[in-house]
């Protein structure tokens, strides 16, 4: 026979107290209840010593909430998701909360079936990495009343909750200092998608450039697709150094494009810096494990993530409140990769 589950009336009677005590106590509620700081350490000690386990069921049958968020990601083998998602998790735990989750691997039909399932799982509100056409999904969710908070990609003509690098800024950074390390020919490889932080990306590159008199050149830029990106890569860095005047340096827009580039110049026998400056978008070990440590737009993972799951709480306490938004500087860690063109060549 199963041993017999410890109850709120087994912890009260060890106690000496009552199970409205117990129960105030093990639900946080002690301080708006009165209890003593005594009383409510032993309490927590027995209902530690007896193994106690809360029936979450019946707390959310109390209560309508279950304590769980679902978190949707882009692309859980990109280091940047898989590091975002260990935040919010810890997070949301500090909160009371646990994290549910889903890879929609930059797919909306995907997207919309993490949705449903975990509706119907009734979590509590949402923490979303949009894919490429999933605005009718938001909008969906704000016409059904479910809180959420968009992560890293956000839709500028949707009025939501938002927490975002600042992607125009951080690639105008990237652009401008390859300018400023006397690159003249700059190319960028970025993803073939009208989401507003790769349009954001794009615009900053270009600006770049633009402000500091360097001509921008249509071929210099080459947009590949997510779903064939190694055939993308590999054609964008053929035609971009098979051109007249070819590119002396690339900007990679993603992580995944960087290391799919990276390991195709490495396939041609190109040297970085010498023959090619590189920055990239995303951080990783492997930017770090290259034979030329690479140069690349560091985003706040911590801040992003802990400010979502903040912005998310005040969501789900106050839902009629105003979206909180705010964009967040990147930071740009100068390596090897993009050294200035003159000490490369001395």
């Not at 390859?178 to 009208?194: F, H, N, P, T, W």
């Not at 600006?207 to 990106?229: C, G, H, M």
């Amino acid at each position: 026979m199963s041993a017999k589950k410890t109850s709120l009336k087994d912890i009260a009677q060890r106690a000496g107290v009552s199970m409205a005590l117990v129960s105030y106590v093990l639900n946080g509620k002690e301080k708006e209840s009165r209890v003593g700081q005594e009383i409510a350490a032993k309490i927590r000690q027995i209902a530690k010593e007896l193994n106690y386990q809360p029936n979450h069921l019946a707390k959310s049958l109390r209560s309508g909430k279950t304590h769980t968020i679902g978190l949707i990601i882009a692309d859980i083998s990109n280091p940047f998701f898989a590091n975002i998602a260990r935040v919010v998790e810890d997070e949301a735990k500090r909160n009371g909360y646990t994290v549910i989750i889903g890879s929609s691997d930059e797919n909306a039909e995907k997207s919309r079936d993490l949705l449903d399932v975990l509706i119907n799982r009734q979590v509590d509100g949402f923490i979303i990495v949009s894919s490429e056409d999933s605005a009718e999904q938001v909008r969906d969710l704000q016409a059904k009343n479910i809180p959420f908070v968009l992560l890293d990609r956000y839709f500028p003509d949707i009025q939501t909750d938002f927490v975002s690098t600042d992607h125009y800024k951080a690639a105008y950074t990237a652009g401008e200092h390859l300018v400023k390390s006397e690159y003249k020919r700059i190319g960028m490889i970025a993803y073939d998608s009208q989401l507003f932080h790769m349009q954001e990306r794009i615009r900053g590159y270009k600006e770049a450039l633009a402000d500091n008199n360097v001509s921008f050149q249509p071929q210099w830029l080459k947009q590949v697709r997510i779903s064939a990106i190694e055939q993308g890569v590999k054609a964008a860095i053929n035609e971009m150094l098979a051109a007249k005047e070819p590119i002396d340096s690339i900007v990679f827009a993603t992580y995944s494009l960087a290391v799919t580039g990276l390991k195709y110049i490495n396939e041609l026998d190109l040297n970085v810096p010498a023959d090619l400056g590189i920055v990239s978008f995303g951080q990783a070990e492997a930017f770090d494990l290259y034979y030329c440590p690479i140069t690349y737009v560091k985003q706040p993972i911590g801040l992003l993530g802990k400010t979502a799951v903040e912005f998310l709480m005040k969501k789900l306490k106050h839902p009629q409140a105003e979206p909180s938004q705010i964009l967040m500087e990147a930071e740009l860690i100068i390596r090897a990769s993009s050294k200035t063109k003159q000490l490369v060549h001395t």
